[in-house]
């Protein structure tokens, strides 16, 4: 199914030059000259390489047959990730190096789309957004409120993020998994 470049999300698996590739990170680009653009990171299943690739906005990707599954993640055990097939109730172990840039919104129960690629699995799909607890975080002084940016905060998952400057610990967030960006306090 070919679709636009810009609709690939982190995890996906597209077929491109003839191999199939895993997406790791995304980047929308918009120069100030020129169209705008999205940049690829891109591992290959098969023998691993990776690969950074520009495609513009009217640039179609052929997405990979796969088999989705709903599988719930249930913990980490050293460099192994355990999940459940909701379905069969099946258990799913993968490894750290399959998972890569996507562990930091991992939380136990986390409802993830398992894809599956001649019976083997092959990737993961997060949810767009996931709400994680801020356990570190600078105390906001009194007058800063019209400061502009934000302020350093580590997650419940270890994850390390910029936040606004009006987030406290112990409040929720929601983040991107795709950008790994701030998208609101819930």
């Not at 302020?151 to 929601?174: C, D, R, W």
Request: net charge negative; with cysteine; charged share 25%.
């Amino acid at each position: 199914m070919k679709i636009s470049a810009f609709d690939v999300r982190v995890g996906n698996l597209i077929e491109y030059q003839k191999k199939l590739w895993k997406v790791y990170k995304k980047s929308h680009v918009k120069p100030g000259k020129g169209g705008a653009f999205v940049q690829l990171e891109m591992k290959c299943v098969s023998d691993g390489t990776k690969l950074n690739e520009r495609f513009r906005s009217e640039d179609k990707v052929e997405k990979a047959h796969v088999e989705p599954r709903n599988s719930q993640y249930l913990y980490a055990e050293g460099d192994s990730y355990i999940f459940m097939d909701t379905t069969s109730y099946d258990q799913l172990t993968l490894l750290r190096e399959d998972l890569e840039e996507q562990i930091p919104f991992l939380l136990p129960n986390t409802e993830v789309m398992i894809n599956f690629y001649n019976d083997s699995p092959i990737g993961v799909e997060l949810p767009t957004n996931v709400i994680l607890e801020v356990v570190e975080t600078d105390v906001m002084m009194k007058g800063q409120t019209a400061a502009s940016g934000g302020k350093p905060a580590v997650l419940e998952t270890g994850y390390k993020i910029t936040v606004p400057q009006f987030v406290s610990v112990g409040e929720k967030v929601k983040v991107n998994t795709d950008t790994g960006e701030y998208v609101e306090r819930t």
